[in-house]
Nanobody, 124 residues
């Protein structure tokens, strides 16, 4: 069993930055691909970013490419999402997820574990 706890959300002005963290319990963290998803009010959950188990491969939705950076520290069982140049349309609850098989990192239905989410609000 893996538990995921997100942190780092908050209120920020457009153009600002936030860094989300996702702390995982369990010994197998370093073997899991990790992903970030988000759900805006009234919208479907959408893929944001993912990172392979080693950190060597990263993936991004087109909407965040060039602005967001995913990374992980396996020694700390933590994955990060650095979000820069934030826009009001980035406002959503952001969720961390673990353990999707390649090549399904962008598909939420393949992830086995989910965090509770952290709210990100970007004001214009």
């Amino acid at each position: 069993q893996v538990q995921l706890v997100e942190s780092g959300g908050g209120l920020v002005q457009a153009g600002g930055s936030l860094r989300l963290s996702c702390a995982a319990s369990g010994r197998s963290f370093s073997s899991y691909a990790m992903g970030w998803f988000r759900r805006a009010p009234g919208k479907e959950r959408e893929f944001v970013s993912a990172v392979s188990w080693s950190g060597g491969n990263t993936y991004y939705a087109d909407s965040v490419k060039g602005r967001f950076t995913i990374s992980r520290e396996n020694a700390k069982n933590t994955v990060y999402l650095q979000m820069n140049s934030l826009k009001p349309e980035d406002t959503a609850v952001y969720y961390c997820a673990a353990n999707a098989p390649y090549p399904h990192y962008a598909d939420g239905q393949y992830y086995n574990y989910w965090g509770q989410g952290t709210q990100v609000t970007v004001s214009s």
